[in-house]
């Protein structure tokens, strides 16, 4: 279960703690006609970035160009926590932060693994999200909404809050 944060700062900070748990979304392009992609993410809090790596030959790579404004859907595994994280997108030229997010299983998508020409580093440097974070279990989310359907005096069930963070704002 996830918990209310209750100032931009405690959701900024809950939200990296979160991108830490799973490390999988859906990465989109602005005015791209590309659907979201499924990605594998690395969020730097302390640098307030999020990395991809990927092919250099990717559609994705080709609708970023010089840079673009992405979003990044990210979903807890347990579906109590959901994130939708804008900013602008580029590729990132350092071998130094591509070694030290290098694994086993990224070399498994690049024919002659690190020293590929093709690997490329994304950086998604965020700039506004929006939060979801459910504070009750699936039973109790179902319970609260069967009462909320229910009851002449409750207009929509309590079931999490939602929070925007604005990046600016928290340091």
Known sequence: M????ETDQDAADQL??????????????DDSTQHPQPM????DSDS??????????????GAVGHGG???????SQKGDYHASIKGPLVVYESE????????????????????????TLLQLTPREAAIWASDSNPILVGLKMINAALSDDISEPDVGVHHVINFRDVA
């Open 96 to 119: 130094e932060t591509l070694d030290s997010l290098w694994s086993t299983p990224i070399a498994a998508w690049f024919e002659k693994g690190r020293e590929d020409p093709k690997v």
């Open 48 to 61: 307030g970035v999020i990395w991809f790596i990927t092919s250099s030959d990717t559609d994705l790579v």
């Open 16 to 29: 990296w703690k979160r991108l830490q748990d799973t490390r999988a979304g859906m990465l989109s392009i």
């Open 69 to 75: 404004e992405a979003i990044y859907v990210y979903q």
């Open 2 to 5: 996830a918990r209310r944060p």
């Open 40 to 43: 594998s993410h690395f969020a």
